[in-house]
């Protein structure tokens, strides 16, 4: 019989995505009233990989990440999952933008080994959590290096990104 153990040291990750600066300062003003104080939080990103926001978002994108909840239960991701998507609701009916959903919000967390990401989504590849949320191994730490799946979106292997992820990942050393 394996012994049970508790789940390793992990940080909340949260990436959020809109056209509008307003919107991401205004997600990272509710996440530190909600959850506390950000220790880091990345430059804004331009997001070129695709074009299937459009629609919903707009075009001319920026995606900016930022870590919160040192001490981060994973076993909380699916309640995450469902305040984001409510978070992304308040904003759009709070603001007068074109697009109907003007904020995107993705909530996850990082441990030593791997960065891991919830979905409302379905796939082969993720596995349900509760109340209509999925998690996703996103990306692999081995190496000395981040590592894609074959799921894994394009703008998670960027560098850029990944270099974000690596100095997240030494928060989560440092706190230990």
């Given at each position: 019989?394996?012994?049970?153990?508790?789940?390793?040291?992990?940080?909340?990750?949260?990436?959020?995505?809109?056209?509008?600066?307003?919107a991401?300062?205004?997600?990272?003003?509710?996440?530190?009233?909600?959850?506390?104080?950000?220790?880091?939080?990345?430059?804004?990103?331009?997001?070129?990989?695709?074009?299937?926001?459009?629609?919903?978002?707009?075009d001319?994108?920026?995606?900016?990440?930022a870590?919160?909840?040192?001490?981060?239960?994973?076993?909380?991701?699916?309640?995450?999952?469902?305040?984001?998507?409510?978070?992304?609701?308040?904003?759009?009916?709070?603001?007068?933008h074109?697009?109907?959903?003007?904020?995107?919000?993705?909530?996850?967390?990082?441990?030593?080994?791997?960065?891991?990401?919830?979905?409302?989504?379905?796939?082969?590849?993720?596995?349900?959590?509760r109340?209509?949320?999925?998690?996703?191994?996103?990306?692999?730490?081995?190496?000395?290096?981040?590592?894609?799946?074959?799921?894994?979106?394009?703008?998670?292997?960027?560098?850029?990104?990944?270099?974000?992820?690596?100095?997240?990942?030494?928060?989560?050393?440092?706190?230990?």
């Open positions: 019989m394996g012994e049970i153990k508790s789940y390793p040291p992990c940080v909340q990750i949260i990436g959020a995505f809109s056209r509008y600066g307003d991401l300062d205004w997600i990272w003003e509710r996440v530190r009233s909600e959850w506390g104080e950000i220790p880091l939080l990345s430059e804004r990103f331009a997001f070129r990989e695709s074009e299937y926001y459009h629609k919903t978002m707009g001319g994108l920026w995606k900016q990440f870590i919160c909840r040192p001490q981060y239960d994973p076993g909380a991701l699916a309640m995450d999952k469902r305040t984001t998507n409510r978070w992304e609701s308040d904003y759009a009916e709070s603001v007068l074109e697009e109907s959903r003007p904020l995107n919000i993705d909530p996850g967390y990082l441990a030593l080994t791997k960065l891991v990401l919830a979905s409302t989504k379905n796939r082969e590849h993720r596995i349900y959590l109340d209509g949320v999925y998690a996703e191994v996103t990306l692999a730490f081995r190496d000395q290096r981040w590592n894609a799946m074959p799921w894994t979106y394009p703008d998670y292997q960027r560098g850029d990104f990944q270099a974000f992820f690596t100095l997240a990942r030494k928060y989560l050393l440092d706190c230990r």
